[in-house]
């Protein structure tokens, strides 16, 4: 169970404590410690990026003051200025008192070591695939075989980005989203990348715009939340855009759409990869005879299956 404790100091008692605070606190480090204090007594949610209280901390107060997130150790013994004790106090005291997710807060995210701009338009970056796409897709995708892929539901187009960068320096990317709020932060990280003539952006419900298109990798990362987790998930995520997390009673709305329809943009070879993180278990459930190839990671992470086009055919023709 998730909770906030409400603050019940009057106003005049909180601007004495902020006054305390800033007079008090006089290093970075001061500031990250008080941090993670009040994150941990307000029971905040992490899950965004970091996972404990310190990591927040430290990424909320190195953005405050403009350093990188790799900045040593030994700069958290400086000492600020009064201006910066108020712009990080500020900061620090949004996240516990609108329990923004830092991404939010920063306007970026990491995702497979690549920096993206995100907002409140698109869903925060935090899939286990940026390790497979980090590793190349290995052992799953031969070195060369991929000439053309598909990042559907692409949100920030991370997932997009990363493997034209990292993955399949030489592939043609189509990112497609079904929200036009989503593909400008999209084009927004895409322009940053200078990706621009190899990252394609189509606004589409899935499938329906992509006409004959024919894909050697589909990767996807649906909405696939159901709804009681979504009724009980932390506040946290109600800054999130509802149409990038809620896949309907079960869960697996979309993801069943997907598997009914993507064989037919892939080529003979090709294959779809997809997480469908906590409904893997109701999917298994109702796919029994379906031979999925669920993908393990170093770094965690579960949900992530893999079907061939072929696998893919001849469940379209039972479904």
């Known amino acids: 169970m998730f909770y906030f404790k409400k603050d019940s100091k009057s106003p005049t008692a909180k601007k004495d404590n902020e006054k305390d605070v800033i007079k008090t606190l006089s290093t970075i480090g001061d500031f990250i410690r008080w941090g993670a204090s009040q994150f941990n007594e307000a029971q905040l949610f992490f899950g965004h990026g970091t996972d404990n209280a310190i990591d927040e901390a430290v ?13 040593p150790n030994g700069f958290w013994q400086m000492r600020l200025t009064t201006r910066e004790k108020q712009i990080i106090f500020n900061l620090l005291q949004q996240r516990v008192q609108q329990r923004i997710p830092a991404p939010y807060l920063t306007r970026e995210a990491w995702f497979a070591n690549l920096r993206f701009y995100v907002d409140s338009r698109v869903v925060i970056p935090r899939s286990p695939l940026a390790e497979l796409i980090e590793r190349h897709f290995t052992p ?35 990112a497609v989203d079904i929200s036009a709020d989503a593909l400008v932060v999209a084009q927004q990280n895409i322009t940053y990348y200078g990706l621009e003539q190899r990252v394609h952006l189509i606004q589409s419900d899935l499938f329906s715009n992509l006409e004959d298109q024919k894909y050697d990798l589909i990767v996807c990362n649906p909405p696939y939340v159901d709804t009681e987790e979504w009724r009980i998930m932390p506040d946290e995520y109600q800054h999130e855009p509802p149409s990038g997390l809620a896949g309907g009673e079960d869960g697996l709305y979309f993801v069943k759409r997907i598997l009914r329809e993507a064989f037919q943009y892939l080529t003979s070879e090709g294959q779809l990869i997809m997480e469908v993180g906590t409904s893997q278990a109701a999917l298994i459930e109702q796919y029994p005879d379906t031979a999925f190839t669920w993908l393990e990671f170093e770094r965690g992470g579960e949900g992530v299956f893999l079907l061939a086009a072929e696998q893919l055919r001849r469940l379209a023709k039972t479904s």
């Open 140 to 174: 799953w995708v031969e070195d060369g075989k991929v000439t053309r892929l598909l990042d559907l539901c692409t949100g920030s187009s991370c997932i997009a980005i990363a493997s034209a960068l990292l993955a399949f320096p030489e592939a043609e990317i189509d």
């Open 59 to 71: 990424v909320l107060v190195l953005y405050a003051l403009h350093l990188l997130p790799d900045t």
